[in-house]
């Protein structure tokens, strides 16, 4: 069965604690509290969106964008700026030295008498006459504020942006377990045809080898709603390819896999 098939069936399958939806996952979490989470790049796109218009109203303006992706915020010259990397990882800088410069003429010198203000006098050269304003600009340095100063301001914004934050990371971190768990059953599909394994170097030669494989990465998933999806998916794909083959999973081996998970999921394959 090939990767994309499997993957239409998990996604029409249900479970009495998971549900899945476009660009929606939900499941019970460790405490048995019940999760809904989103994900993709529409839902990216609006975590971003939020953190931006978040730091505006803490009177943070977006700057630019790096060509690393950061977002780059600034408020006033002596807070520095804040930047906001794709992983969701926010960080300040202090700085060193803020100039300015100014003009060092109030109006222009008075116009020899006889001369038309703008002509130079006798020995000047064209375009210094005395009567034309000549504008001098220096570098201006202010007394930066403190740490203690920085970091409360800093702190503030730190407050106020994390629940942005927060979320944004976790639609990140969501949208990156939805596109490896999309790929599974590809790479399943590859470790029992070529024996490229799940996890590891070593290409795997035998049959016997590639259950082995396929069924210690589902005794292993984690018990939580990613580790169950992940699970799920492992199952259906086993009972699917691998009981279908001519080398389908052993009862031995199963009950083996169902001995080593703690939290009650067991295989239920039907026998060859």
């Not at 006798?122 to 001098?136: F, I, K, T």
Request: with cysteine; net charge negative.
């Amino acid at each position: 069965m090939t990767g994309w098939m499997l993957w239409g069936l998990l996604a029409a399958a249900s479970a009495a604690d998971e549900v899945s939806g476009d660009d929606v996952v939900g499941g019970l979490n460790e405490e048995g509290v019940y999760e809904v989470y989103v994900w993709g790049e529409d839902a990216l796109r609006q975590a971003q969106e939020a953190m931006i218009s978040k730091m505006d109203r803490l009177g943070w303006t977006q700057k630019r964008r790096a060509n690393n992706g950061d977002l780059v915020f600034r408020a006033q010259r002596w807070t520095g700026t804040a930047r906001i990397t794709p992983e969701g990882l926010i960080s300040f800088s202090r700085p060193v030295v803020v100039y300015s410069s100014f003009d060092l003429t109030d109006g222009t010198l008075s116009a020899e008498e006889g001369k038309t203000p703008g002509e130079p006098s006798e020995g000047e050269a064209p375009g210094l006459s005395r009567d034309r304003p000549v504008p001098v600009f220096s570098p201006r340095f202010y007394i930066l504020p403190s740490r203690r100063k920085l970091a409360a301001v800093h702190g503030k914004v730190l407050t106020g942006i994390q629940p942005d934050l927060t979320h944004y990371r976790a639609v990140l971190q969501e949208t990156a377990f939805q596109d490896t768990l999309y790929d599974l059953p590809e790479r399943l599909d590859a470790l029992w045809e070529q024996g490229v394994p799940l996890e590891g170097d070593p290409v795997l030669e035998t049959p016997e080898d590639r259950r082995a494989a396929a069924l210690d990465y589902w005794a292993t998933r984690a018990d939580t709603p990613h580790g169950h999806q992940v699970c799920q998916a492992v199952a259906l794909w086993l009972s699917r390819t691998v009981q279908a083959s001519e080398h389908p999973v052993t009862e031995s081996e199963q009950e083996e896999a169902n001995a080593r998970r703690s939290d009650g999921r067991r295989l239920d394959l039907a026998p060859p």
